[in-house]
């Protein structure tokens, strides 16, 4: 019989530092045989025309993998890739490596804890399988709350764990792992491992990997102290710096919120403490509260009748609705945050945020359709993080005008880079384009009557 071994099962948590499953891992004292495995559920095609997870996903994932392989042979390590379903492939790896235990980072939401389920059941009783939590600021072991009794409001949440909770400090990376010595050869999936088209026009938003992650840390901090600003341009859409860029890689975890934690704080202590760096905590303790509080609700976050049971009379014309994906509505403002989308693998807040209420209010459409495309679609896609805040959009929060919100954010530039058809127009005609008869750019379904006053804002600064 082949020696002992234990598996290390790399999911949502691509990166050596602060990684308490790998630490954990390489403490117990065996061999380690590190795997990650491609789900090949997550590139099945939806009822909605598209993939549940699209290129621009697999793209950034397979590559922040692949830098995984190689930071782990860096300290004497490994990584075997597979594709498949991992509730069929681990078992088989147990047998054939005789493997005692499997480390791995616990899961929170319905889909990923069904794979976990299924595989308990499949695993010998010789194999214990040991789950640990890296997924939030706040470990969720030491909130005041127990997840049935997570606060209804994030006010409510983060101002009480504020108050009682410490965030832990972060794992070290470590500097050697031992593997087995048989270590398997890898499957490395490509394009069209799962039938994509190669797209040539793909242009990720963000460099993969754990190291860019690092890096992008120290550049948004210590290297040009953009954080100290960025209360004031967080809302912005152009650019790299106007907010931090940190979630694609905490949508993989490249990078862990505890130490964009720490290094908030070492900030403040060293270069400046206001509200900007009480600001980006914020939104680390806002990104726990949904993980936390899409737990309480469970599979009712995927509802479109949402977690309370609310409804609307949606039309749910699907011509619009594809028409809304394309970026072809004929409002500058939706249209090149949606080509930024479809073209980058990413979108400002301040552009889900109109994207959004335009999809729901305007035209109409089911949310959570734009929930299932923005899934498809975005690096930084979390599944808590993106389901929560369609919901909320949905059902909670105030309609946000796409003619004010263009004119509001100077967002000429922004439309120039992204509507081509739009591109060599130079004042504020780019706003309003089918007032000015431009044809090479699609006309709106319908002007609503609540635009009017935007609109005549906008003709006014044209007198």
Not at 135 to 156: F, G, N, Q, R, V
Not at 203 to 225: D, N, P
Not at 347 to 369: E, H, I, P, Q
Request: proline share 4%.
């Amino acid at each position: 019989m082949k020696q002992e071994c234990n598996i290390l099962w790399f999911k949502n948590d691509l990166r050596l530092h602060d990684n308490e499953s790998l630490c954990k891992a390489i403490a117990d004292g065996l061999p380690v045989l590190p795997i990650f495995i491609f789900d090949s559920r997550l590139y099945d095609d939806l009822d909605l025309g598209f993939r549940k997870a699209g290129y621009n996903r697999f793209h950034f994932l397979r590559e922040t993998v692949l830098e995984l392989k190689e930071n782990l042979k860096a300290i004497g390590g490994n990584l075997h890739i597979q594709y498949g379903i991992p509730e069929e492939i681990i078992p088989k790896l147990v047998e054939e490596y005789n493997v005692t235990r499997i480390y791995a980072e616990d899961e929170y939401a319905y889909e990923e804890l069904q794979v976990l389920d299924a595989l308990k059941h499949r695993l010998p009783k010789s194999c214990e399988l040991h789950l640990t939590w890296g997924k939030t600021l706040y470990h969720i072991d030491d909130i005041p709350y127990a997840i049935e009794d997570i606060p209804k409001t994030s006010k409510t949440y983060r101002i009480h764990t504020g108050k009682t909770t410490e965030v832990r400090a972060p794992f070290l990376a470590p500097e050697s792992i031992s593997t087995i010595d048989d270590f398997p050869e890898s499957h490395i999936p490509d394009f069209s491992t799962f039938n994509f088209k190669e797209d040539s026009e793909l242009e990720l938003y963000v460099k993969s990997g754990e190291k860019a992650a690092l890096e992008r840390l120290h550049h948004y901090t210590f290297e040009t102290q953009q954080l100290t600003s960025y209360r004031w341009t967080r809302n912005r859409s152009l650019g790299m710096d106007y907010s931090s860029k940190f979630s694609p890689y905490l949508a993989v975890g490249a990078i862990s919120p505890r130490l964009i934690f720490q290094k908030v704080k070492q900030y403040e202590e060293l270069i400046k403490k206001n509200q900007s760096t009480w600001w980006l905590v914020f939104e680390l303790v806002w990104r726990d509260y949904f993980t936390f509080r899409g737990m309480n609700v469970g599979n009712k976050m995927f509802k479109t009748e949402g977690f309370k049971g609310k409804g609307k009379d949606w039309e749910n014309n699907k011509n619009l609705f594809q028409r809304w994906c394309d970026g072809q509505t004929g409002l500058p403002f939706i249209d090149a945050h949606m080509r930024q989308l479809n073209k980058t693998g990413f979108m400002s807040n301040r552009g889900r945020v109109n994207c959004a209420s335009f999809l729901v209010y305007d035209y109409k459409v089911d949310w959570t359709w734009g929930a299932a495309y923005f899934e498809n679609k975005l690096i930084d896609y979390d599944v808590s993080a993106n389901w929560m805040n369609w919901h909320y959009q949905a059902y909670e929060i105030w309609y946000t005008n796409p003619i004010h919100q263009s004119l509001k954010y100077n967002s000429k530039e922004f439309i120039q880079k992204y509507v081509s058809e739009l591109s060599a127009i130079d004042d504020n005609t780019i706003y309003l384009p089918w007032e000015y008869n431009i044809k090479a750019y699609p006309k709106p379904q319908e002007i609503l009557g609540k635009w009017t006053r935007s609109i005549n804002k906008i003709k006014k600064t044209m007198e």
